[in-house]
């Protein structure tokens, strides 16, 4: 049967660089409304342990670390493709039941915001925390773990006697100890407690711990050496994509959402950084606000490092 051609619109530097010359074999890990998220391995070593994790969206989805914008989603939506159905990378083509996707004419763009630049306006950033977490919260109608770094917030959601949010509880007070010591024991304790914690294919515990990660990317020089090591613990404990998008975020990288804030920040422009926090808190029903409160969190655990170096 003939396959239906779709191109697709951009796609990041990060997977680009890994899908370039490969022959890949795999299969659909989840199909949504609006995305498509394929797991890939190597042809010739299909026993390999960590797939390459590739996320096919609409054109109305945000650029991402691990997503490829399609100019036609729909016609992968109409056809349904169930979870398990094969997926063939080669050529600069993605083969899937009645549908080719090819990444040749794609745009490529770089998911890691200029971390040097914004190592010298960590000062700044910490200045303007409290201002960022006022201005979350209030764009923010539902409970979320930003609800952990405002104790006066009333949560507007889960209940505090429920049972997930008493074992937030719990982990953040053993962290904020444990921040005390070193930053090494800080990401360490967050892999062990925090790694696969809430529910959802990104559960709200690793969103966090993107967002620890970007903090230290903003302000350490040895950001990669730091998150490498917990993130590859934190990738064990969770689902397929979410230990992708931990990895992604050990790397430095982020979506096009999180690119904004943190160039808002460098700018130092007040009106860009509201702007770019509402971009950040649009990303999925708690996804944004939760990977925001772990770097806010991060960000004032850094201070003594951050305001030497700014």
């Not at 074999?25 to 797991?39: F, P, S, Y």
């Not at 609409?58 to 056809?79: K, M, T």
């Not at 104790?151 to 005390?180: C, H, K, Y």
Request: hydrophobic share 45%; net charge neutral; charged share 20%.
């Amino acid at each position: 049967m003939k396959r239906t051609v779709i191109n697709a619109i951009s796609v990041s530097n990060s997977v680009s660089d890994r899908l370039n010359g490969a022959v890949l074999q795999g299969v659909v890990l989840h199909h949504h409304t609006r995305t498509c998220t394929l797991a890939l391995k190597p042809e010739a070593n299909p026993e390999a342990l960590s797939p390459i994790v590739v996320t096919l969206a609409d054109a109305s989805v945000e650029d991402g670390p691990l997503n490829i914008l399609l100019d036609a989603f729909n016609l992968i939506r109409e056809r349904n493709i169930a979870a398990g159905a094969s997926v063939i990378y080669k050529e600069d083509r993605l083969e899937l039941p009645g549908v080719i996707v090819s990444i040749a004419g794609a745009a490529r763009w770089n998911p890691a915001p200029d971390w040097q630049k914004a190592r010298a306006a960590t000062g700044y950033a910490l200045d303007l925390r409290t201002e960022i977490l006022r201005q979350a919260n209030s764009r923010v109608s539902h409970a979320t773990l930003l609800d952990f770094l405002s104790p006066s917030r009333p949560s507007a959601g889960a209940a505090e006697t429920d049972a997930l949010t008493m074992r937030f509880t719990s982990v953040f007070q053993q962290l904020r100890q444990i921040s005390a010591t070193s930053l090494k024991d800080t990401l360490a304790a967050g892999a062990d407690k925090l790694a696969g914690l809430g529910g959802g294919l990104t559960p709200a515990g690793d969103d966090f711990l993107c967002g620890v990660m970007m903090a230290v990317w903003f302000s350490h020089d040895d950001a990669a050496k730091l998150c490498k090591p917990p993130a590859e613990i934190m990738a064990q404990r969770t689902t397929t994509l979410s230990a992708a998008l931990l990895r992604e975020a050990a790397m430095g990288h982020c979506s096009m959402s999180w690119r904004r804030f943190i160039a808002s920040l460098i700018l130092r422009d007040r009106a860009l950084i509201e702007s770019a926090v509402t971009g950040v808190l649009s990303h999925g029903a708690t996804s944004g606000a939760d990977s925001l409160a772990g770097f806010l969190w991060m960000l004032e655990r850094m201070e003594p490092v951050s305001r030497v170096s700014s």
